[in-house]
């Protein structure tokens, strides 16, 4: 039905259909009954481990995706104005690529942790997610100068724990190989618990991290990161979490 909220949800590098990023997120979606959820697999690409190769592939898969789009828009299946597109790590940036290519801008595009190696001061604004992609692009920072985006990307970006890694619980001595990619996966499991939670991530407006811990931003601006973030916020958002599941602390 075009008048239900339509929404995408594309997996990273090394992921598929079975991930967490699309499973969990769809699953969640359905329970709350919240319109069509579609789930995007490109594992077959996504499944080089020569990075460079999947990441030079985002531009062709974005194209796949709003090849599909388009064609379910002309026949009146969706509505532009109620599609939402969300993708984790090089996910974000094929829905960026998909929603430039799209007639008529998406409603909304959610990167959660895009990827930074190939893309940040390299990659030109054509061929990566920014806030130009959709009516109201919003992104969620968890390993930024790492295997994230550390620079703004949308209209609001938010910036857990500073957005930096190790976000809380995933320093592991024992396992120190797996701190990026546990802070990388971190985006989405916040995603994904603020569905059922809208109200458990509040954020607040700040120029920095340090600013943020000082308490000199306290009477700032409040939103909430997630499922939930108004489509008129703008700027660079701030808070804490937890640091096991439920990592709200709204």
């Not at 919240?34 to 190769?53: C, E, I, Q, R």
């Not at 531009?59 to 026949?75: E, F, P, Q, R, T």
């Not at 916040?190 to 809208?198: A, L, M």
């Not at 600013?211 to 958002?237: H, L, V, W």
Request: net charge negative.
């Amino acid at each position: 039905m075009p008048d239900a909220l339509t929404r995408f949800i594309v997996h990273g590098w090394l992921g598929s259909e079975d991930s967490d990023i699309v499973n969990h997120t769809a699953v969640e979606y359905r329970r709350a009954e919240a319109g069509n959820v579609v789930k995007v697999d490109w594992s077959h690409t996504a499944a080089w481990k020569f990075y460079p190769l999947s990441a030079l592939q985002t531009a062709y898969i974005g194209g796949v995706i709003a090849s599909l789009i388009n064609k379910l828009l002309s026949l009146q299946a969706i509505s532009v104005k109620n599609l939402h597109l969300i993708g984790h790590s090089l996910g974000a940036h094929v829905m960026g690529n998909a929603g430039s290519m799209i007639e008529g801008k998406p409603a909304r595009i959610t990167g959660l942790d895009p990827a930074k190696p190939g893309f940040e001061g390299l990659m030109a604004e054509k061929y990566r997610l920014d806030a130009t992609d959709a009516d109201f692009v919003d992104i969620i920072h968890s390993a930024a100068g790492a295997a994230g985006y550390y620079g703004s990307l949308g209209h609001v970006d938010f910036y857990p724990n500073g957005g930096t890694p190790p976000q809380p619980g995933c320093f592991d001595m024992s396992q120190p190989w797996q701190l990026i990619g546990c802070s990388h996966a971190r985006s989405y499991y916040y995603y994904i618990e603020s569905i059922s939670d809208p109200d458990g991530f509040p954020a607040v407006k700040c120029d920095s991290w340090g600013q943020f811990k000082s308490g000199s931003c306290e009477n700032n601006t409040k939103i909430f990161m997630g499922d939930a973030t108004p489509p008129t916020a703008r700027g660079i958002y701030y808070l804490e979490t937890n640091s096991q599941a439920p990592f709200a602390k709204g």
